[in-house]
């Protein structure tokens, strides 16, 4: 390969992309990804009106941090911290925050006492690192479980090594 | 204390299954690596975990994990170890000018589409904590790994070393290897720090400059006494050999106290090693089945443990899923392919390097577990590039066959021999 040929192709094939490189970083710093809202979260609020209730069976083993959020943009994996370590879906649009799916087969069913039927809606707010979430838990199928106000504060943001 | 029951339990449990499906695989011709890379996800979340989840409870507690990564990281830190002591620079310098230019554009061009996809994936799998330069630079180092090991383990199957083909595709991955090292490491360095890590940023800097002209100027030269010890007596006496465990050791340690990874320090650690071939030898023959037989299928379960490929479920996944296959193809094996031709190659020839090089296999999980680990990707995007790797590593032997069939690699090895070429690069001596 002569010496000019090898050149042209270097600046062509390697130039050229390393431009395009430094392009794309460039036009990707106007992008924004979903606020972050992994990790551990303790609950902050009072479950006693549940007292008696079928649903009460529902939040019975759950201890703190009462969930855990593994969150890939917008998709959320809620994890409930009971034995069962129960996984529910989630999703964030904005700073509203959902956890369950409509259409799950304790909603259906109507079983109560199942932490899967345990949803939520809320509102996020950030500090600094800091999250925490205001919303309303229902359990799903039950109409007459009441609805709880709750307020939950992110513990921990997920462990990344050496942090 | 840990439960010593189910870790030997979990061990034997991931050998059987390794052994099983790596013999399976070989019935197709694929390489070991590729079914113990397979039977890693089966033992998950994606089969075990769905199809008896209590089985996989019991067998695999979270508790339990913690151990099993630990044992996994001491077979990926002497794995990358070897990785590094296969590396030999002069086999970039026998292959000139097309080598140079293939290895580099076959880094940068898929380095660059992978960089373009990070624009459409980063408002859809991460969030605020990672900034887009480190996700689309780890996407970019991602898609441009090519698995060393697998790629010399094939082309010494198909008895393509001494081919001229084999031997530019070596001398392209070495480059393709320290290259992605590098750059991962830079975007380690940026993540963290720009995740608030707890080494500053001077240290990391500073400190990994001089361990680096430590390593090169320091070490270097007393490690040369190991390989001219080996020359000599075809050995290194027991002290010896437990030195050079502590010198891996220490390297792995120092980069992860200094705020990188481990396998950074164990992968310089190997390639700062003599590269005499009676040594190169001698250090595969002790380590090289310990790690392969035990260690590295550990690797893989926890891999597999990590990875859901039940989040390729609905449409959406599915089509960011085929998007990631389509681009790491495009880049690896259309980049290396068009700088080979523009290199000289003829194109079968060309197709053949593009082929070799898009094989990721091991060295991207490796890649992939520090992205989750540093959190730059998430759990999803990771259990899809685990399956991009998968694809891509799978798809190397058939379309070798393909466009390379044996029955030219055979005249041309009767050709070499007429000529009494006699190309023997160390890279041979990789058997994963």
């Known amino acids: ?163 | 204390m840990p439960n010593l029951g189910i870790l030997i339990l979990q061990i034997g449990v991931i050998i059987g299954a390794s052994r099983l499906v790596a013999v399976l695989f070989q019935k197709f011709r694929q390489p070991k690596v590729m079914g113990e890379m397979f039977a890693g996800i089966m033992l998950g979340p994606s089969l075990l975990g769905w199809a008896a989840p209590h089985l996989s409870a019991s067998l695999f507690p979270p508790s339990s994990l913690g151990y099993l990564n630990a044992l996994s990281q001491v077979g990926v830190v002497i794995y990358m170890f070897l990785v590094g002591v296969a590396l030999n620079p002069k086999s970039l310098r026998e292959h000139g000018h097309t080598a140079v230019l293939a290895s580099h554009v076959s880094i940068i061009v898929p380095f660059l589409l992978g960089a373009a996809l990070a624009l459409l994936l980063y408002p859809r799998f991460c969030d605020d904590s990672i900034g887009f330069t480190g996700f689309a630079l780890f996407m970019g180092a991602a898609m441009s790994i090519t698995a060393f090991p697998v790629l010399a383990r094939i082309l010494t199957d198909r008895g393509m070393v001494g081919t001229k083909l084999g031997s530019l595709a070596i001398a392209c991955a070495a480059v393709d290897d320290v290259t992605g090292w590098c750059i991962l490491a830079y975007i380690v360095v940026l993540v963290r720090v720009g995740g608030h890590a707890s080494t500053p940023l001077w240290i990391t800097v500073s400190g990994l400059v001089v361990f680096l002209l430590f390593m090169v100027y320091g070490a270097r030269r007393l490690l040369r006494r190991f390989g001219v010890a080996c020359r000599e007596t075809g050995q290194l006496s027991e002290n010896a050999l437990a030195l050079l465990i502590v010198v891996v050791l220490a390297s792995a340690v120092i980069t992860e106290h200094l705020g990188l990874h481990l396998v950074f320090g164990a992968f310089l650690a190997g390639v700062i090693m003599p590269k005499g071939k009676k040594f190169v030898r001698y250090i595969f023959d002790k380590f090289e089945t310990p790690t392969v037989v035990v260690l590295l299928p550990l690797y893989f379960a926890f891999t597999g443990l990590r990875t859901s490929v039940r989040v390729i479920s609905d449409s959406q996944m599915c089509f960011f899923c085929l998007i990631i296959i389509l681009v790491a193809v495009a880049g690896k094996l259309g980049g290396s392919m068009v700088a080979a031709r523009a290199a000289g190659s003829a194109w079968r020839e060309a197709a053949g390097l593009g082929i070799l090089m898009n094989a990721r296999g091991l060295m991207e999980l490796v890649i992939l577990n520090v992205g989750l680990d540093i959190g730059v990707i998430s759990p999803s995007l990771y259990s899809i590039m685990v399956v991009m790797a998968l694809v891509t590593t799978f798809m190397t032997t058939p379309l070798l066959e393909w466009v390379y069939p044996l029955r030219l690699v055979r005249e041309e090895i009767s050709e070499l021999a007429q000529d009494e070429l006699n190309y023997q690069p160390a890279a041979g001596h990789v058997t994963l």
């Open chain 1, 1 to 163: 390969m002569s010496r000019k040929r090898l050149i042209a192709a270097y600046v062509l094939l390697v130039g050229a992309p390393l431009l395009g490189l430094l392009g794309i970083l460039r036009s990707g710093q106007r992008l924004a990804a979903p606020a972050s809202v992994g990790g551990t979260w303790n609950l902050e609020g009072d479950l006693a009106p549940l007292a008696g209730s079928r649903c009460a069976a529902a939040f019975a083993n759950i201890s703190q941090p009462f969930f855990a959020i593994s969150q890939s943009g917008s998709r959320l994996t809620f994890t409930l911290n009971n034995p069962e370590q129960t996984t529910l879906p989630g999703t964030m649009r904005q700073n509203a925050v959902t956890m369950g799916s409509e259409s799950s087969r304790e909603e259906a069913s109507g079983d109560c006492a199942h932490p899967q039927a345990i949803r939520f809606q809320a509102a996020l707010s950030r500090q600094g690192p800091q999250r925490s979430l205001t919303g309303t838990l229902t359990v799903a199928g039950c109409p007459d479980c009441p609805a709880l106000p709750f307020r939950a504060v992110r513990q921990h943001p997920p462990v990344k090594d050496g942090q």
